[in-house]
């Protein structure tokens, strides 16, 4: 059975356009936040995406973000430039280009985490701890559903 009918099909329920809309507010919160440590939100996101070992090189980096990897080049050539990370060439392929934040890079990444996890924390201060984790496993849920509908397109 289809859940959305074309005739009720609108903003306040597409899940689109509420994910978007709640990044936006997220992004609009928190990029005041990281301004004194330095990190605009795509940089740290590029850093926290590194530092859980998401990605270790800049096409890594351009998936795990869905950036072009054109716009990837120049978000890790402004990383680089600020000093939160280092670029090496692999040992084992030269082809290959490691990317490896600095202690720097981080701290950065570690106090922006924090500035996040207070934000969070407050914005979540009234909820019941089982709906944030239901609202977590709902999201995951669908992030997998929706990378599974991906590989599936790909392959059609």
């Keep these: 059975m289809d859940f959305y009918t074309k005739e009720a099909f609108g903003p306040d329920c597409s899940l689109g356009f509420l994910a978007r809309r709640l990044h936006q507010g997220v992004q609009g919160a928190l990029e005041p936040l990281f301004a004194e440590a330095g990190p605009t939100m795509t940089q740290w996101s590029a850093m926290v995406s590194i530092w859980f070992g998401r990605a270790s090189t800049s096409a890594d980096l351009a998936r795990d973000l869905a950036h072009d990897p054109g716009a990837t080049t120049r978000l890790v050539d402004t990383l680089e430039q600020q ?6 060439r692999a040992t084992d392929d030269r082809r290959v280009v490691k990317l490896m934040l600095t202690p720097a890079g981080t701290a950065v990444t570690l106090e ?3 500035l996040a996890v207070d934000y969070w924390n407050r914005v979540l201060a009234d909820w019941d701890r089982s709906d944030v984790e239901t609202l ?3 999201m995951q849920k669908l992030r997998g ?3 599974s509908a991906a590989i599936e397109d790909r392959g059609a």
């Design 83 to 88: 000093g939160w990370l280092t670029r090496t």
């Design 145 to 147: 559903t929706l990378e």
């Design 112 to 114: 922006c985490r924090d």
């Design 136 to 138: 977590i496993a709902l």
